[in-house]
């Protein structure tokens, strides 16, 4: 049994075998997975920030990350310039607008934080708590917010949106009064031949799209759905000679072209096919 360093922990340890080159397999999936990684893609774990790692498992890019403690410092040194306590002192780490102690941030006057080259400077930097500084965000976006002028739908009054609310869908109507009384107006109707007795009735677009709208009354579907023309175009009804019994019945011509409707009823279909009558039991 031989006595192996694991290159990925550096911890020694028993080799029961010669190709055990790994103390376990944590370390195993550790070094496969720090191998098929691109080092120039590696990011580090606390801050985010691209780094070459000198070891296979490294996976901060400096000690302050690597300490829980100091979190804080390197996220000061990225984002704000190093900057950040000089002005949480300058603003005796309370929010500026409301003076409140908890929850405090560093925020950016002229809105630069997200970019690629942030102004750091302490005059553009102040101290806000989470609330002014959502309230702050929200005043900025709406500022820049290109807006156009529309006309309500229902109303026909000219009012002032958002380019953004109109590509979403939104903006069509100048208050919550008009978006109300628009939907609850009745939808456009206009007027369809009902397939079975021909008269004419309302009917809506939706009501077509969905399969109704083809009856203008409960009677005349009741007769569709339980006559002769169920799952088939209403027509008129032609007599027909059976061509077993020779006995006179109704069909339409839709059954005559797809080849139904030859016997007028069971058992003459079944003569014609067997050359028998059906079997039936003795009472």
């Not at 290109?146 to 979403?168: D, H, L, M, W, Y």
Request: include cysteine; charge should be positive.
């Amino acid at each position: 049994m031989d006595i192996k360093k694991c290159p990925v922990c550096g911890r020694a340890f028993h080799a029961k075998r010669k190709s055990k080159t790994f103390c376990s397999e944590g370390c195993k999936k550790k070094f496969a997975y720090v191998n098929s990684k691109d080092y120039s893609a590696r990011k580090c774990i606390r801050c985010g920030r691209p780094f070459i790692p000198i070891r296979l498992n490294q996976f901060y890019c400096c000690k302050e990350c690597q300490n829980k403690q100091s979190i804080d410092i390197c996220h000061d040194n990225t984002r704000f310039g190093g900057n950040k306590e000089l002005v949480l002192k300058r603003d005796g780490y309370k929010c500026v607008m409301c003076g409140n102690v908890n929850g405090i941030n560093v925020h950016h006057k002229d809105e630069s934080g997200n970019s690629e080259y942030p102004n750091n400077e302490p005059d553009n930097l102040i101290t806000l708590c989470d609330a002014c500084h959502i309230k702050t965000h929200n005043v900025h976006r709406k500022r820049t917010r290109k807006r156009i002028n529309v006309t309500c739908q229902n109303c026909g009054k000219p009012f002032e949106t958002t380019e953004e609310a109109v590509s979403e869908g939104r903006g069509k109507y100048c208050s919550k009064e008009c978006k109300h009384a628009s939907m609850s107006q009745p939808k456009t109707s206009f007027a369809a031949n009902c397939l079975v007795c021909g008269k004419e009735f309302p009917t809506t677009p939706y009501k077509q799209s969905i399969g109704k709208g083809k009856y203008c009354s409960p009677e005349c579907s009741q007769q569709a759905q339980t006559g002769v023309h169920k799952y088939k175009p209403i027509t008129k009804q032609i007599p027909t000679t059976c061509l077993t019994c020779g006995k006179i019945f109704m069909t339409t011509q839709y059954y005559l072209d797809s080849g139904r409707d030859k016997y007028c009823c069971r058992a003459c279909s079944t003569i014609a096919r067997r050359g028998k009558p059906p079997h039936r039991k003795k009472q």
